[in-house]
Every structure is written in structure tokens, then in C-alpha cells.
């Protein structure tokens, strides 16, 4: 049984401002009268009128709300939760972790670009942080850059978030050069790397250590491709086996890691002659050069397209083919997937070379699926790159050095078959539908001075090529049988089959002709087929034909399969 009833007048002065009561009566009319007056008055941005009825049993009051108006209410601000009430990062050795050199590469991004540094040398050499300290705000807008996010995500107080991060960089830049000043890092010039590392090995502070003593041998390379120099060879005079071995290859690692991830160092190592396109096949031939030696071995002409990998970045591609630096390898190889989902063409002046390049970049892959990269990742990645290549702007591209329709029709037949995923195959055939449907593409063809042969022959190549597009069977069946009219039209002018069943030629030599007119094989399927046919079974019903075919065997062997082919024969 319900309790007593009252209504309850709420109002927010200001968006931000919470609900706060005004009023409370037990005239419902009262109350309502009231927030509209409210309202009206602009004392208020929103009002709000509830209805409590106390519940006798639990002595607590069941609110509804009969009226609201005004303002929207914005976003609550989320409660800090108590799992997250600290931050992520707790102590120096936390910004050591990949997640938070990622995100020190990202707030420090300009300022280590400025300084041909990485975060991982940042973190280990004291002539950067010394460098860093002295550059004034950088530090500041860096953790206000960190901070801010993470108070709106977790509901954290800012200025508490900036306060401890002011803190944590602090004791992680005194840690670095005081380590410096105590000549922690040893110089390699006077230590050989391996008795080094020996040393270090079973220490607690050993991936430090070694970071800086690396650091401190790699501070010599100017440019991306003299470090990654420098780094290869560390690695080639580091032990050969053993956790002193791991312990350099795991440091050298995250260098290149980061290294590598910069597009312009990537520019550098590769050599900037190359675009886009090339850029990421040399990539690739760099992660899998064991995959890409053998795909070249089987077809030379895969040579032609793929760049060579000279200098340092080769003897990479030789550690990288014994299994070292897996990490490196699998964040190349999903770079490349990167890339190839992005808006970046690949050859921006060469429409018919992307294509060329992205099937090159596809048997590649391809071939490494289950290595490096799972093979849907790699079908998902080209089917994303395919919706560029069915635009308009690049179809237009892509057509544009063509002089015929007819070239433009075998341009988009190679587009069709290069494109991938069923929404990019209806894009690309309605593109091919377009041109082999134009009245152009007709007048063209029978304006052409060929033979008549040579344009049935022509129409049948391209016929056989939309269906080796692997497109829609309504797709497919609409553009050939396009190109089918048009080989009908084509015919049916030159009268050439009937010239053919009246030629004074050997029987078996015209049954042969025509059966392979009938099959698709020298002219095109449709009305020109169907003519074929028929007058194929016009000449078997004359009595001088069966005799021809009598007295010669031979023939009869090599006009059954043709016979087969076109349903003549079981």
C-alpha cells in the first residue's frame, strides 16, 4: 500500500552546475506552475519536478519524473575508480616498459625528432636528458599531454596526475645522469662488448646498463642509416650464444624497434629514391628475404619489381632471416599492413605501376602468412587498399594513357582481376560494365580495320579474362554477354561463318574451325557461338560430310573433345 505523496522542484542555474532543490509541495499543479515560472524567468537553464511516494515497509521515497525541461544535462564526470586510483606508471622503472616508451615517443615526438633520438636512447643516454632539461617547457607540456587524458579517462584529479609525473620524470632523469656521472655505462672503446655484457649478466639493473653502454656506442651515428650500421655491428661482435648474447640482442632490438618506425628513418636506411610502393616491397624483402629468394627463383620477373636491400639494411635482413629480432620483423610486417590500409598511394604518378607494385606486395605477404602475419590479416589489408583503387579519380588515372576503348576495356578487365573483396569486384566490374557497354566501344570496334578474325579473337581474350576476374556470376554474365553482342554485331557484317560453311576446304578443316568458334575458343560466346553451332550441325547432316569423316579417323579423334566442349557429343 503506497504512502504519502509530495512533489519535489529541482533546478540547474548554469549547464555545468548540478540539480539542487527548490521546492517542495504537494500540489502537483503548484509545482509544475512553478518550474515553468522558473523557466520563463531564466533563473534557471533547466528545471525538473519528481514525485516521491514513500514506501511504508522500507520508510524510503520511490522518485519518478513527471516534468523536465530546459537544458539537456551533459556528461556526468566519471567516478575515479578504485582499482585506477593510482597512476599506471609508479616508478622509473615503469616508463621503461614498451606501452610507455610508445607514449613517450608520441608527446616527445618533435623534440626527439629535433635530436636524431629515439625514447629508448632517451631513457639511457644523460647527454639527451641533460638536453631535455634545458630545453625549458618540453617536459611540462609532455606530462600535461599524458595527464589530461588520463584524469578525463579515470576521473582522477589533474593537477594530483601532473604532480606525480613531474615527480616520476624527475627520478627517472636523475637516475640517468647519475648514472652518467658515475660512469655506470662503460665505454666500448676501452671494454670489449662481450666481457661487458658478461658482467652485466645475472645483475638486477642489467637491461639499464646495457642500454646505456649501447646508447653511448651508437651516440656516433648521425643519420637513421649510420646507426643502424653502428647497430648491426654490435650485434655481429656480441657473443655468440648465451644470455650475454640475449641481453644485447633484446636492448638492440627495442633500438631498432623505434628506429625503424620513424617513416623518414625508414627513407634513410632504404634509400630515398624509392616511393611508397617500393619503400614497403623492401620492406618485406627485408623481414622474409628466405620467402622472397625463393619466389624469385621460381619467377625471375618477380626480380624486376622488388627493390634489392643493400648496405646496413641487408645485414639486418640476414639476422632477421636466422630467427634474431622477432619482435622487429612482426612490427615491420604490420607496418606494411598499416600502410596498405592507409589513404597514401603507393605510386602516385603510375596508376598501372600501384597496380603492379600491390600484386608484387601480395604474393609477398602472401607467402610469409603464418610466419609473420595471419593470412586473413593480409586479405583483410588488400581488401582495404582495393576501395582506393575503384574510385573515380583513380580509374581515371588508371585509363588515361589508353588510346582505345578496347584498351580500356583489357585496362579495367586487370583492375577487376587485382582487386579484392566482393563490394571492390562490383565497384570494378560496374567501371568494365560502363566501357564494354558504351556505344563508343562498339563503333570503335567496327571502325577498326582488322580482320574480322583478328577482332573476334581479341573480344574472346578479353572474354576469357573477365571470367578469370573471379567476379559476380551476374556481373560476369552481364559484361560478356556486352562483349558477346558486340562479337555478334561484328559477325553477322562479315557474314564469316557462312562463308566458312561455303568454303572449298576440307570438311574435318571447317568443322574443326567452327567447333572452335563454338567453344569460345577463337571467337566469342553468345550470338557468334551460337551461329558456330548451328552451322556445325548443318554440315554433320550432309551425307558427303559423314563420308569425309568416314574415310578420314583422325579427324574424327580431334573433333570429339571440340564436339564435348560445346555439348554435341557425351
Known amino acids: 500500500m503506497a504512502g504519502p505523496v509530495h512533489y519535489e522542484v529541482y533546478v540547474r ?93 608520441r608527446v616527445l615526438e618533435d623534440w626527439l625528432m629535433r635530436n636524431n633520438a629515439t625514447a629508448w636512447e632517451l631513457l639511457h643516454r644523460p647527454d639527451l636528458v ?5 630545453s625549458g617547457v618540453e617536459v611540462q607540456h609532455a606530462i600535461q599531454k599524458v595527464a589530461i587524458p588520463e584524469s578525463q579517462a579515470t576521473g582522477q584529479a589533474t593537477h594530483e596526475l601532473i604532480r606525480h609525473y613531474q615527480k616520476l620524470s624527475e627520478q627517472a632523469m636523475e637516475r640517468v645522469v647519475t648514472a652518467g656521472r658515475r ?11 662481450a666481457e661487458v655484457a658478461q658482467k652485466l649478466a645475472g645483475t638486477p639493473d642489467r637491461a639499464f646498463v646495457m642500454g646505456g653502454v649501447l646508447c653511448v656506442a651508437l651516440a656516433a651515428g648521425k643519420g637513421a642509416r649510420s646507426r643502424l650500421g653502428l647497430a648491426m655491428d654490435l650485434a655481429d661482435i656480441a657473443p655468440k650464444d648465451g644470455p650475454a648474447r640475449a641481453l644485447i640482442l633484446v636492448a638492440l632490438e627495442q633500438f631498432l624497434c ?22 614497403l616491397a623492401a620492406v618485406v624483402r627485408m623481414v622474409a628475404p628466405r620467402e622472397i629468394e625463393a619466389l624469385i627463383a621460381r619467377d625471375p620477373r618477380f626480380a624486376l619489381l622488388m627493390p634489392t636491400v643493400e648496405g646496413p639494411a641487408a645485414r639486418l635482413a640476414e639476422h632477421l632471416a636466422v630467427g634474431e629480432f622477432p619482435l622487429l620483423a612482426n612490427s615491420l610486417a604490420r607496418m606494411v599492413l598499416r600502410e596498405l590500409m592507409g589513404p597514401r598511394r603507393l605510386r602516385p604518378s603510375d596508376a598501372a605501376g600501384e597496380i603492379d607494385i600491390l600484386r608484387v606486395l601480395a604474393t609477398a605477404l602472401t607467402v610469409t602468412a603464418g610466419r609473420l602475419l595471419s593470412l586473413e590479416e593480409v586479405q583483410a589489408a588488400f581488401t582495404e587498399r582495393s576501395k582506393s583503387l575503384v574510385t573515380a579519380d583513380f580509374v581515371q588515372a588508371y585509363v588515361v594513357p589508353c ?39 562498339e563503333t570503335e570496334m567496327r571502325a577498326s580495320h582488322q580482320r574480322i578474325t583478328q577482332k573476334l579473337h581479341i573480344l574472346a581474350g578479353l572474354q576469357r579474362s573477365v571470367r578469370a576476374s573471379a567476379l559476380s556470376e551476374t556481373d560476369e554474365a552481364q559484361i560478356n554477354g556486352a562483349i558477346g553482342a558486340v562479337g555478334g554485331t561484328l ?26 568458334m563454338a567453344a569460345g575458343e577463337t571467337s566469342t560466346t553468345g550470338p557468334v557461338a551460337d551461329r ?23 579427324a574424327v579423334a580431334t573433333l570429339r573433345p571440340l564436339m564435348k566442349a560445346v555439348g554435341l557429343a557425351a
Request: aromatic share 2%.
Open 130 to 134: 641533460e638536453r631535455l632539461e634545458a
Open 183 to 193: 660512469r655506470v655505462f662503460a665505454n666500448l672503446a676501452d671494454h670489449p662488448l
Open 258 to 279: 623505434e628506429l625503424l618506425a620513424v617513416r623518414t628513418s625508414l627513407s634513410d636506411v632504404l634509400g630515398p629514391s624509392l616511393d611508397q610502393g617500393a619503400s
Open 491 to 516: 559477325e553477322a557484317e562479315a557474314k564469316l561463318i557462312a562463308q566458312m560453311g561455303r568454303a572449298a576446304a576440307p570438311v574435318p578443316q571447317k568443322l574443326i574451325a567452327l567447333l572452335r
Open 403 to 441: 588510346d582505345t576503348v578496347l584498351c580500356e576495356a583489357e585496362s579495367l578487365t586487370r583492375l577487376c582481376e587485382n582487386v579484392m573483396g566482393p563490394a571492390n569486384k562490383r565497384a570494378a566490374s560496374r567501371w568494365l560494365s560502363a566501357c564494354v557497354t558504351s556505344l563508343r566501344f
Open 13 to 105: 542555474k548554469t549547464a555545468p552546475s548540478p540539480w539542487t532543490l527548490l521546492m517542495a509541495t504537494e500540489d502537483r499543479a503548484n509545482a509544475t506552475d512553478t518550474a515553468e515560472d522558473v523557466l520563463r524567468d531564466k533563473r534557471a537553464v533547466a528545471v525538473r519536478v519528481t514525485k516521491e511516494t514513500l514506501d511504508p515497509e522500507t520508510m524510503a521515497f520511490n522518485s519518478v519524473t513527471v516534468l523536465t525541461r530546459g537544458m539537456p544535462e551533459g556528461p556526468k564526470k566519471r567516478l575515479v575508480d578504485a582499482d585506477r586510483q593510482a597512476s599506471n606508471c609508479l616508478g622509473p622503472q615503469d616508463l621503461y616498459a614498451p606501452l610507455a616508451r610508445d607514449l613517450i615517443g
Open 532 to 554: 558456330a553451332k548451328a552451322e556445325t550441325l548443318r554440315l554433320l547432316r550432309a551425307p558427303e560430310a559423314r563420308a569425309a569423316l568416314g574415310a578420314a579417323p583422325e
